[in-house]
């Protein structure tokens, strides 16, 4: 997994370096005071994973990730906790609080690996004009993999790093966010509709001002996704 890591300090960066040196699967490919240099590098270079600083001077983290056309998934390092909420509405995979241990930075990075592997798994194959192809992911629920076709899916509820798929006949819980599903799920077929809730497109039977209707269930909108919905 290449990784990139983007500091102003320097001492921090090394703490990253020493970390990253110890994961397996990771592959620091840079390091960067310069939040401008490191953006010059990401336009050309391919990269999994951004460990990112937060309060940098020139730019902040949250305004370098809005930045970028094509987002790495962003894991930000920061000593301030009052921007946790902030990174995940901007989708991060992880905050880590400084000083962070070697254990807290594994997990962070095997989140990251999880959602590639997902990403992978999930066989996103456009129908053809023949034949509709029947996509699918498969859920971790306790010691089992369940292939879930995308047809099934309702609606899903995020609670924490879980979300409930609200199947035809069944729900389940497996262990996610909703921002990762929102790089897995096909946008033409499901859409975010609230902070807490993503929805198939073609199971909405009823749209009003606060919520829409999936065989009965009323699920909420939230008002900065109304828009989406033309409300």
């Not at 809730?197 to 939230?222: L, M, N, S």
């Amino acid at each position: 997994m290449r990784v990139i890591a983007v500091d102003d300090e320097p001492m921090a960066l090394e703490v990253v370096r020493s970390h990253a040196s110890k994961v397996p699967f990771l592959e620091l490919k840079a390091c960067f005071t310069d939040a401008f240099k490191a953006m010059e590098y990401l336009q050309q270079e391919p990269v999994e994973v951004l460990f990112l600083d937060i309060k940098m001077p020139d730019i902040t983290g949250l305004e370098f990730v809005a930045s970028l056309q094509k987002k790495p998934q962003v894991i930000f390092t920061t000593a301030y906790s009052e921007h946790a909420v902030t990174s995940f509405e901007l989708d991060a995979i992880d905050y880590l609080l400084k000083p962070f241990s070697l254990a807290r930075f594994v997990k962070a990075c095997n989140k990251a690996q999880e959602l590639l592997k997902l990403r992978a798994q999930a066989h996103l194959i456009p129908p053809s004009s023949a034949q509709a192809v029947k996509e699918y992911l498969f859920l971790k629920t306790g010691y089992e993999q369940v292939k879930v076709l995308f047809d099934e899916i309702l609606y899903l509820e995020a609670a924490g790093n879980y979300v409930t798929f609200v199947l035809e006949n069944k729900k389940l819980l497996s262990r996610f966010t909703i921002a990762e599903l929102c790089d897995v799920l096909p946008a033409d077929r499901f859409i975010r509709v609230h902070r807490s809730y993503i929805v198939a497109k073609d199971k909405i039977e009823k749209v009003e001002r606060h919520q829409v209707t999936i065989k009965g269930a009323e699920v909420p909108i939230g008002a900065s996704y109304a828009q989406q919905l033309q409300l």
